[in-house]
């Protein structure tokens, strides 16, 4: 299986603070997603994203957020001003140009607001 | 938007025991997966399965579309088991967004 990576793994900041988030794509992939998880939590939808646009969001996904193919790799997502309540683990994931169905999911960053 | 149960929401099983997860969504879908999370919160992919039955190792899946549910089959389980079994389905409306059930938490004691 095809593997995503993202980074950091784990980011500590403060509230108040702006933090992006990174995914580095596979190769072929070009229907990205966001997802977040708070602890003991579902996994709830953030963000969809193909050709450098926004397709779906969430209401979770406020003007605080935003996302981007900055330099037509990476895959960031970028928290404004970061609340308590942003804690969570963000999971990247992407699916291919052939199945834009089956998505392949990162390890997950874990995001810690103080 | 679509709903998305699964049941029952907590297992235990001694080791060995067989399982079914039940994931029942509310519309028609483009896609179905089944996830495990394991303890260290990733998120695996064991099958894509919008229809039909596959079958990897130990673990087994049948979705019936046209009555809108999936099942996920665990066979003679074992310890590495344990975790959160997730369903998501995913529906084209021009736009693509994937909704999670609440998961079932399974632990398998040895």
């Known amino acids: 299986e095809p593997e995503v990576t993202q980074t950091p793994s784990h980011q500590v900041t403060q509230m108040g603070q702006e933090v992006i988030l990174r995914c580095v794509p596979i190769?072929?992939?070009?229907?990205f997603y966001w997802y977040r998880q708070i602890l003991g939590q579902k996994v709830e939808f953030l963000v969809s994203f193909y050709n450098n646009e926004i397709s779906e969001k969430s209401e979770i996904f406020d003007d605080q957020f935003s996302v981007e193919r900055p330099d037509g790799s990476n895959f960031t997502l970028k928290i404004r001003s970061t609340k308590l309540e942003d804690s969570a683990m963000y999971f990247c994931?992407?699916?291919?140009?052939?199945?834009?169905?089956?998505?392949?999911f990162g390890p997950g960053t874990r995001l810690t607001v103080t | 938007g679509i709903q998305v149960e699964q049941s029952p929401p907590d297992l235990i099983l001694q080791e060995g025991a067989n399982s079914t997860l039940r994931c029942n969504f509310s519309?028609?879908?483009?896609?179905l997966q089944w996830f495990h999370q394991n303890p260290w919160g990733q998120l695996i992919n064991l099958f894509y399965i919008p229809s039909g039955t596959k079958q990897n190792g130990r673990l087994s899946a049948t979705t019936v579309a046209t009555e809108r549910y999936s099942l996920l089959y665990i066979s003679s389980s074992q310890t590495t088991d344990s975790g959160v079994y997730f369903c998501?389905?995913?529906?084209?409306?021009?736009?693509?967004?994937?909704?999670f059930g609440a998961g079932t938490r399974l632990f398998v004691k040895a």
């Open positions: 998501a389905v995913g529906r084209n409306t021009g736009g693509f967004k994937t909704i």
């Open positions: 994931a992407e699916a291919d140009l052939g199945d834009r169905y089956e998505q392949y």
């Open positions: 519309d028609s879908v483009n896609n």
């Open positions: 190769s072929n992939h070009l229907y």
